[in-house]
């Protein structure tokens, strides 16, 4: 069964920065685009950022770029946000997301964390 | 900056058909954009329905299904069901610029 299970969120002060941990489990991580994507609260869903399988190509939307850092651990089978700067339109849940591109070249987003929401706020 | 739009809101009655649709400001969406639908309850995480515009996840019941329509992505959900009331997301992949955009949602209403 693949879970996901992010941790890492909490209260923290406009300009601090704050550490997202995604625990992976039940598929290959290694062979896997990981994402994550956030949600203020009573707003819609937005993809924040993505890595490659080996860690090597990360890509940002522009509302994060800078600020925040993806990375993994395909030994640890663990996904990481580093979030520096923060600004209280940063407050959201933060899911981490399982992308898997099939034998055919299809594309699943198809696996979602629970999410851990982080407040910025002073 | 690329805009993914769907219907803010939807209503359909119980056993009705309903399809949401999911618009590219960068002109018609196409298979290459890869869409992917979600339904989201309320208080809880998303829920992939539907990967690269018409496959079902394995959990996907039959009565939802994926096409491309005019120039847009679709979700059509046939013979609704009560427990079908949530939000619906699209998500587009713009390889061009190697970006994921999700749409605003759709606010599907069963009454």
Known sequence: EVQLVESGGGLVQPGGSLRLSCA?????????????????PGKGL????RIKTDGTTTYYADSVKGRFTISRDNAKNTLYLQMSSLRGEDTAVYYCVRAEVTGTGMVNVGYWGQGTLVTVSS | QTVVTQEPSLTVSPGGTVTLTCASSTGAVTSDYHPN??????????RAL????SN?????PARFSG???????????SGVQPEDEADYYCLLYYRAAQ?????????LTVL
């Open chain 1, 24 to 40: 992976a489990s039940g598929f290959t991580f290694s062979s896997s685009w990981m994402h994550w994507v956030r949600q203020a």
């Open chain 2, 50 to 53: 539907i990967y690269s515009t």
């Open chain 1, 46 to 49: 937005v993809w924040v950022s």
């Open chain 2, 56 to 60: 079902r996840q394995s959990w996907t």
């Open chain 2, 99 to 107: 970006l994921w955009v999700f749409g605003g949602g759709t606010k």
């Open chain 2, 67 to 77: 096409s491309l329509l005019g120039g847009k992505a679709a979700l059509t959900l």
């Open chain 2, 37 to 46: 639908w979600f339904q989201q309850q309320p208080g809880q995480a998303p």
